[in-house]
DNA sequence: AACTAAGCGAGACGGTACGTCCCGTCTTGAT
DNA sequence: ATCAAGACGGGACGTACCGTCTCGCTTAGTT
């Protein structure tokens, strides 16, 4: 089957999600109008339409593209790596937060992502997909230094991810409070270390 | 300052709520309209706006009253207490999940209220000192704990709470993943126990 | 049937009115109030319907106020006595013009006092009571002159008076041209001299 | 300069119009609502904003195609010209009269009309415009009569015109008094023949 | 002096319509 | 088949006033 027809011009793409993603960060996601990429774009709403069937699918497209594809480093040492990957990801939802709203503690464009994997099967699927991925890694990881006998040979390792890779999330959606290296550190440290009493 | 004027129909404020509710639970966030509302329950748009100066307005105040009384059991047992509480908040997350869409895996109710509080300045404030609120509670819990010995002396109550209560967020919002009674013995066991091997 | 309870604050009258009027001649007729009114005169909007049970009737109430007494005068010159009756006329036309809109050639107030009329019975037959009141004594300076000699004695006096005032409300509510003494000579001129050829 | 994008659809304007001018007869100017009108037309508001701007530009819209396109007949007898041609002007005038309001003497919607022309500066300079060049027609009439020698070769048309045009809409809405062929008759005799007595 | 009746300021209430915003779809003619 | 342009149906939002209502207080005349 040959292609036929106009093909489509890539540029368009880059354009309008470069535009886009400046109205985003600048008024937010409500402030992410169709209309007005189009207009800013020069380009036709139906060509925006032709690749991403919803606002809230350029909206994802957007965002997916700002975050920055963390890549995770295995140094042996279970407790750097760790920080560091947590770092790459706070980074990440600072970005976010610094998005419309002149920098509000919140971060209102996470939540709206959450509303739109949730108003769309296909980006609910997309997005759980992505985030599985990238745990992998992330358990992978923690899983070496398990075996490698850094951490104890019955931890549950999912929950230990998901204790601090939702601390952020918690911080940056719920309370407001920062998120940075420091929090960071004293979030491995409490999940490493444990907060019992030693006997 | 003398009460003046004629007072505010308190029966309005309680049908409205309810049917706010309903139309919230099941049909979502979107699903919610003011005018609908308005309409169902007998009230003028303007008695609302009186109420709440905004939809998301509305849709916290909604949320707010669906969420229990979150009580929180000291009763001893630092690992049980903090199972009851999680599953608590559990609850009211799962409640959540079902808000239209039928009951997609991830709470987009949650997400829209992340987002509200983000539009307004005045929700992000009411809802952070809310949950302030709540988890000074269960951070006492925990402080009497460390002092009574079953915690360590140097633990980070704030980090402690962050990955209990971050990681049902997070599953209930990025990942999916279920959250009830068992994952929040997992939970509580993860961080309490901590994950290095023993020297 | 003797007066009881507490009497009518006759200072009330006087403020709304006063308020009302600035604010119609700031604003014109929709800028007019009631609530605004209300407040700014420190008075009760229950106050304000006790006296005018709707807008329309108050606007009446002022527009009837800001219209001078039209005394009209009979000095034996038929064409003196009409150009200055008509001057008179056009003054108060020409102050309604100023109302709102930074003096626009149309009178929208006039315009919003016929239908003002039109949507109230009583209003309506005020208004044209009034107006029956004020030709009538023109009608009558009219007939004066018929009698001794100065006019035709078939003359139609109610066509004369329409032709003549009509033209005034014309050009003030539809082609916006200028109504003054200038104006009101020319339509006694025309009126009386007639047009047609001299055979 | 070409036309770019989808066109216009003309059958939209025709059913809006319909519909409106239906709504606006039965029920009087306050009786047309724009959302009414969009949902019996099964038009989208937008689209019925995207041609007027506004209620009163709609209106306005309404009315001018209600009156018919007077055409001034020139028979050669300037008093049965100007009868019929201000029989039609009443004729349209009468016909306002019965919008809403039960038919009440006064015609409500002429002075709705008014108001509009005062509150929207473009409605203004257009309405004036219109009136413009009808009453040019009429003028042109009367100023061929005069040079054929029928009419006083001094006379002024333009306030002999007023003076017709004028005791119409005075009669229709102000005083309410009938506006028919036999006053059309009685005017243009008060008018042509003149008032004062014979020398 | 107590009682009754109306007036009054304040402000909540039901209601109606307005004009706006933006979404996602469509129709057109040109590439 | 894609594109720019732009009209279209649809749905909700938040606003502005209207005219009515309920409060508690004030100001009289009546008993």
Redesign the interface.
């Known amino acids: 089957m040959v292609s036929r027809g106009r093909p489509r011009d890539m540029q368009v793409d880059e354009r309008v999600l470069r535009i886009a993603a400046a109205l985003m960060l600048e008024r937010?996601?409500?402030g992410l109008s169709i209309d007005e990429v189009a207009e800013q774009a020069g380009a036709a709403k139906t060509t925006l339409y032709r690749r991403w069937p919803t606002k809230d699918h350029l909206a994802v497209a957007v965002v997916a593209r700002l975050q920055a594809d963390d890549e995770i480093a295995d140094t042996g040492d279970i407790r750097a790596d760790l920080v560091n990957y947590l770092e790459k990801i706070a980074a990440g939802l600072n970005r976010m937060r610094a998005a419309?709203?002149r920098q509000?503690?919140?971060?209102?464009?996470?939540?709206?992502?959450?509303?739109?994997?949730?108003?769309h099967?296909d980006i609910?699927r997309l997005?759980?997909e992505q985030?599985?991925e990238r745990?992998a890694l992330a358990l992978a990881l923690i899983e070496r230094a398990r075996v490698r006998?850094?951490?104890?040979?019955d931890?549950?390792a999912e929950?230990?991810f998901?204790?601090?890779?939702?601390?952020?999330?918690?911080?940056v959606?719920?309370?407001?409070?920062p998120v940075d290296r420091a929090?960071a550190e004293?979030?491995v440290?409490?999940?490493?270390?444990?907060?019992?009493?030693?006997h």
Chains 1, 2, 3, 4 share one sequence.
Do not use: F, K
């Open positions: 937010g996601y409500a419309g709203h509000g503690p919140s971060a209102g464009t996470v939540g709206e992502l959450v509303a739109a994997a949730a108003r099967e609910g997005t759980r985030y599985a745990n006998g850094e951490l104890r040979a931890l549950d929950a230990l998901d204790q601090m890779a939702g601390a952020l999330y918690y911080r959606m719920i309370t407001g409070a929090y004293r979030l440290s409490s999940a490493l270390e444990g907060n019992l009493t030693c």
